[in-house]
């Protein structure tokens, strides 16, 4: 069935932040297609999943060379909605990939050398079906390469045309100020950051976040629901298509201890309270910080994403709940 966007898409301006001192607004949430999107999933789901955060009013969609299986996939079936579906769009989305983990055999196959950074950006433009991504991301710090070679590509992949803005994920506050003095030297400042950071993963807390602001650079954090640990998703034990179960990679069964379940209740029982699902809750507890732009979501159903975009209706705490909220994640 042909589609057409939803036309009260944007009915929400408040859906929208201005990332770090820029003149670029990214939607509370952001998309991610880290799972879901990959040659083996249910095409006909994922374009579901697509369509209705566009519909939701998510403009940014976020992707990396590797994410499917195998890599490149997810890039290809973006790429496939994109041009069948959202190509009188494009100009409406923020499309980011990134580079820095295991793409091909040999040498020149991950990390951040120029080489490996460069080439992989012209294979991810092919699989997208793009002329440029509009953010370009170092996904993660090489140890062997000068961090010079690599803020240096980064560069260059926006003089080139082929990324407007650029970004680094899994940098730790010392990488990235020395990253982000080399860019803003070349005269390509670094947009934004993407951490890990969730109620159960708090170390942008002690110095990245600060840092963050004190820049002027947005942030995107990933697994703010903590892999669905952060739902109720396992209060009543693991179901048959959870994450856990199907793919234990990413989160294993013996991570839902009885003590996680036991302080995720307490969480939810707040939630509650607020009117809201512990995912909400979740969510509008990392957006709560003024250093984060967006939170990334994943969804394999669009009723997640729905839910999900619930957390905006709610978005300040009271001193009583985060006093409570702490002394439950403290404890």
């Known amino acids: 069935m042909p589609y057409t966007a939803a036309p009260t898409r944007y009915d929400n301006p408040k859906l929208y932040r201005t990332c770090g001192r820029s003149g670029l607004k990214l939607p509370l949430l952001s998309l991610g297609l880290w799972h879901n999107f990959g040659a083996t999933d249910d095409y006909a789901n994922s374009r579901a999943l697509i369509l209705r955060a566009f519909d939701r009013g998510i403009t940014h969609f976020d992707l990396a060379n590797n994410y499917g299986p195998p890599p490149g996939a997810a890039e290809t079936t973006f790429g496939r909605v994109l041009r069948e579906d959202l190509a009188g769009h494009r100009d409406e989305l923020i499309i980011s990939t990134k580079a820095g983990y295991d793409?091909?055999?040999?040498?020149?196959?991950?990390?951040?050398?120029?080489?490996?950074?460069?080439?992989?950006?012209?294979?991810?433009?092919?699989?997208?079906?793009?002329?440029?991504?509009?953010?370009?991301?170092?996904?993660?710090?090489?140890?062997?390469?000068p961090l010079e070679e690599t803020m240096s590509a980064l560069d260059q992949a926006v003089r080139s045309g082929k990324a407007l803005y650029v970004g680094l994920s899994n940098y730790d506050p010392e990488q990235t100020s020395r990253a982000v003095s080399i860019l803003?030297?070349?005269?390509?400042?670094?947009?934004?950051?993407?951490?890990?950071?969730?109620?159960?993963?708090?170390?942008?807390?002690?110095?990245?976040?600060?840092?963050?602001?004190?820049?002027?650079?947005?942030?995107?954090?990933?697994?703010?629901?903590?892999?669905?640990?952060?739902?109720?998703?396992?209060?009543?034990?693991?179901?048959?298509?959870?994450?856990?179960?199907?793919?234990?990679?990413?989160?294993?069964?013996?991570?839902?201890?009885?003590?996680?379940?036991?302080?995720?209740?307490?969480?939810?029982?707040?939630?509650?309270?607020?009117?809201?699902?512990?995912?909400?809750?979740?969510?509008?507890?990392?957006?709560?910080?003024?250093?984060?732009?967006?939170?990334?979501?994943?969804?394999?159903?669009?009723?997640?994403?729905?839910?999900?975009?619930?957390?905006?209706?709610?978005?300040?705490?009271?001193?009583?709940?985060?006093?409570?909220?702490?002394?439950?994640?403290?404890?």
């Open 103 to 145: 793409m091909w055999p040999g040498p020149y196959g991950n990390f951040g050398s120029r080489k490996y950074l460069l080439a992989s950006l012209d294979q991810s433009l092919r699989r997208l079906g793009l002329p440029y991504v509009d953010i370009f991301y170092s996904h993660r710090p090489d140890p062997d390469t």
């Open 184 to 331: 803003r030297r070349l005269g390509t400042p670094c947009l934004i950051h993407q951490p890990r950071y969730s109620m159960l993963e708090r170390v942008p807390e002690q110095g990245l976040f600060k840092l963050l602001h004190r820049e002027g650079i947005g942030s995107i954090v990933f697994s703010p629901l903590a892999k669905g640990m952060l739902t109720n998703r396992y209060f009543a034990g693991l179901p048959a298509d959870a994450r856990a179960v199907r793919d234990p990679r990413f989160l294993k069964p013996d991570q839902i201890t009885p003590e996680l379940l036991a302080r995720t209740k307490q969480l939810d029982a707040i939630a509650r309270e607020r009117g809201q699902t512990l995912a909400q809750l979740a969510l509008a507890w990392v957006l709560r910080q003024p250093a984060v732009t967006t939170a990334l979501i994943g969804a394999s159903k669009t009723s997640q994403i729905d839910d999900n975009m619930g957390a905006i209706n709610n978005l300040s705490f009271s001193s009583d709940e985060l006093s409570a909220i702490d002394k439950v994640l403290t404890n």
